[in-house]
């Protein structure tokens, strides 16, 4: 454990960088000196790759949390026997990538709404902690250890609809996959942007990658008139060899796709929005929210929305998972103008087939995102008097005692911050509808005590770290804000933002 812990030893460990012209970028490779044991812990060479698949009704099966005190997105658990366990996801894994974004340096509640939008299937790039804090001692915070692939570079989720041709395509003959396909000119294939010497992945959603020719041959012939299939060209494969990266469905582009996510938005008129959102199962008996009575003439039909369109997310962050109340909370947080993305039942039934989020396929569709870039509306006041004297108050006023359990997600639903040389922590952030907003927590709320411990001495960033962890309730003592405003205390550039506890993903 001492060895593992001792980052002083990193002549052991070299990171080395490879220019490839092709690619036209630098990729981080770390290399590992000859002489050590590849059954040791420290030999990992590169980034791992973790293709993760949620199950119906369960989650990806880890825990993630904001690394405090610097950037950085941890592992913090990983339930056994779920996927993220199968996959190999370890536990104090740092997040470097969600699908082709690499995220260590973007805000975590970012990183969380990634990951959300990605469900049912997300590759996650990550490297050990140990391996981390080495090649971050070596490089520097600034330097982006992500692989990724090139602009434009990327599978290809093609959707074929059969001619008088046929589907436009042969498949090279072998008695096992992997498959490559040999395109007709000017067929249905070609038309609907399956490259050259393309590699067959899958089809209809389901790998083909292990399939004999018979049971690829039934699986197409299976398919009627129009099928999909997922791609990858000569050069992806080139790029995914070099970088190692696999060849995984959440890093495709859609081509030709019969049906795709509408995104609507709408402005509240003095009849409302003009709909109603029910909770029901869905054409494949999913529980899901469901937008019902569209008024005519109403902010919700003139938007486009249509009856029994599948709400899919709010503010472009994923509802996936919400319950009814939850997710009507969140669409009242954002006022009287509303983005919504939604489905109707034709592209439901398409995406749950390929097993991908429809979010991944919004073609560059423009989604209005909260001023907090999380989803959920700033609960800030901004009616705080102008203020002539600014000196930081000693004692907030008032205080009260809540409890709390962690929401639907595993977190509760809050952020906290810090000033630097200032008096105490306070809640810098409070998601609409979580349990944090239900037990009355307010923005600029300060702590007073953690599970009856005094918060202000130099124990707190320890004790905050072990909170994910503790069994609940968490119970808070709080003082209420300052009639001055947070603005009256928090000198600019002086504060810390901290995330309280993990997020179940």
């Not at 709390?404 to 810098?428: D, Q, W």
């Amino acid at each position: 454990m001492e060895r593992a812990a001792d980052l002083q030893d990193t002549a052991l460990l070299t990171l080395k960088f490879k220019f490839n012209p092709k690619l036209g970028i630098d990729n981080p490779v770390l290399s590992l000196a000859e002489d050590r044991d590849p059954s040791d812990p420290w030999s990992l060479e590169r980034p791992r790759f973790c293709l993760l698949s949620k199950e119906e009704g369960k989650s990806f099966g880890f825990h993630l949390r904001q690394e405090l005190g610097r950037a950085g997105h941890v592992v913090c658990r990983v339930d056994p026997g779920t996927s993220a366990q199968r996959q190999g996801l370890q536990e104090g894994d740092r997040i470097l990538g969600v699908n082709n974004h690499a995220v260590e340096h973007e805000d975590y509640a970012l990183v969380v709404r990634r990951i959300r939008a990605s469900s049912p299937r997300v590759l996650l790039t990550v490297l050990a902690r140990h391996v981390h804090d080495v090649a971050r001692a070596q490089l520097g915070e600034d330097a982006h250890l992500c692989p990724t692939l090139g602009p434009g570079v990327r599978p290809r989720l093609c959707h074929i609809v059969k001619d008088e041709g046929g589907f436009g395509f042969s498949v090279t003959h072998g008695n096992q996959g992997p498959f490559w396909l040999v395109l007709s000119t000017g067929g249905a294939a070609e038309r609907a942007g399956v490259p050259p010497g393309a590699r067959l992945l899958e089809v209809n959603g389901v790998s083909v990658e292990k399939f004999t020719h018979n049971q690829l041959t039934r699986k197409l012939w299976q398919s009627g008139q129009q099928v999909t299939l997922l791609v990858a060209g000569p050069e992806v494969e080139e790029q995914c060899r070099q970088l190692g990266l696999p060849l995984a469905a959440p890093l495709a582009e859609g081509w030709a796709l019969p049906t795709k996510p509408r995104c609507l938005h709408l402005q509240k008129g003095p009849r409302g929005f003009g709909f109603l959102l029910r909770e029901e199962k869905g054409l494949d008996g999913r529980p899901g929210q469901f937008l019902w009575d569209v008024d005519p003439g109403l902010p919700a039909e003139k938007a486009g929305m249509q009856a029994g369109d599948r709400l899919v997310a709010v503010a472009g962050e994923s509802v996936e998972g919400l319950g009814h109340e939850e997710t009507v909370s969140r669409i009242q947080a954002q006022g009287s103008c509303v983005s919504l993305i939604v489905v109707d039942p034709d592209a439901d039934r398409f995406f749950s087939m390929v097993r991908l989020s429809p979010l991944l396929f919004l073609e560059n569709t423009e989604v209005t995102a909260s001023p907090q870039g999380s989803g959920s509306a700033s609960l800030v006041e901004t009616e705080d008097p102008s203020l002539e004297d600014t000196g930081v108050p000693s004692v907030p006023l008032g205080s009260r005692q809540c409890s709390l359990y962690p929401g639907p997600g595993g977190g509760y639903g809050f952020r906290l911050s810090c000033v630097e040389g200032g008096p105490r922590l306070f809640i810098s952030q409070v998601t609409p509808g979580g349990s944090a907003a239900r037990a009355g927590l307010r923005v600029g709320d300060v702590i007073l005590e953690v599970n009856g411990y005094p918060v202000g001495g130099k124990n707190d960033l320890e004790r905050l770290q072990q909170l994910p962890e503790a069994e609940p309730p968490l119970c808070l003592k709080l003082a209420a804000r300052s009639p001055w405003g947070l603005e009256a205390w928090i000198p600019p550039g002086a504060v810390e933002d901290w995330a309280l506890a993990s997020d179940l993903l």
